[in-house]
T-cell receptor
Framework: KNQVEQSPQSLIILEGKNCTLQCNYTVSPFSNLRWYKQDTGRGPVSLTI?????NTKSNGRYTATLDADTKQSSLHITASQLSDSASYICVVSASAGGGNKLTFGTGTQLKVEL | DSGVTQTPKHLITATGQRVTLRCSPR?????VYWYQQSLDQGLQFLIH???????AKGNILERFSAQQFPDLHSELNLSSLELGDSALYFCASSGGQGWTEAFFGQGTRLTVV
């Protein structure tokens, strides 16, 4: 069964600090992994996508890593800002005939405080 | 703007009623996914359509049904509504085989009273 697990479930940090969110998956056959940011009451927005051959990808203050051997990914946020407060969702895509199949993690709720 | 359009944005209805949520995918996207997100919960996969055909079912109740039309828009029908059906319902679209990205609409907030 394809599963995506994220940790921690929630996290509170002070503005300006760094943090790392984790994603472990058991999805096969693996196609790609994407991190989404979801503001409260809004649709998720893609931050970064990683394919099998990519280890690290950055998008501004967001850096995602992927270890395809251990089936783990992390999202590192540097110099956090209040606007980073949101839910961060890891989504893994499996190759499937006629369309990709997405498995969603339940997300990490991040709160950045002054 | 993701290019995925969901209507209506908000919906308030009484228990026992039936509603239809609509999703227009991004131009050219063949896959449509429906998700339910209850308060403080993660996204729960409901159903996936690809080019008009049902591809996968998640935890979708028998009171719920969906379809994808020839023009690729999709509708999610919720019937015999209960208070617990109050949630945000998201639609996402992506391309066909080999596509690597899914784009989300802004959601429909359903409140059952």
């Amino acid at each position: 069964k394809n599963q995506v697990e994220q940790s921690p479930q929630s996290l509170i940090i002070l503005e300006g600090k760094n943090c790392t969110l984790q994603c472990n998956y058991t999805v096969s056959p693996f196609s790609n992994l994407r991190w989404y940011k979801q503001d409260t009451g809004r649709g998720p927005v893609s931050l970064t996508i990683m394919t099998f051959s990519e280890n690290t990808k950055s998008n501004g203050r967001y850096t995602a890593t992927l270890d395809a051997d251990t089936k783990q990914s992390s999202l590192h946020i540097t110099a956090s800002q209040l606007s980073d407060s949101a839910s961060y969702i890891c989504v893994v895509s499996a190759s499937a005939g006629g369309g990709n199949k997405l498995t969603f993690g339940t997300g990490t709720q991040l709160k950045v405080e002054l | 703007d993701s290019g995925v359009t969901q209507t209506p944005k908000h919906l308030i209805t009484a228990t026992g009623q039936r509603v239809t949520l609509r999703c227009s995918p991004r131009s050219g996207d063949l896959s449509v996914y429906w998700y339910q997100q209850s308060l403080d919960q993660g996204l729960q996969f409901l159903i996936h359509y690809y080019n008009g055909e049902e591809r996968a079912k998640g935890n979708i109740l028998e009171r719920f049904s969906a379809q994808q039309f020839p023009d690729l828009h999709s509708e999610l029908n919720l019937s015999s509504l209960e208070l617990g059906d109050s949630a945000l319902y998201f639609c996402a679209s992506s391309g066909g085989q080999g596509w690597t990205e899914a784009f989300f609409g802004q959601g429909t907030r359903l409140t059952v009273v």
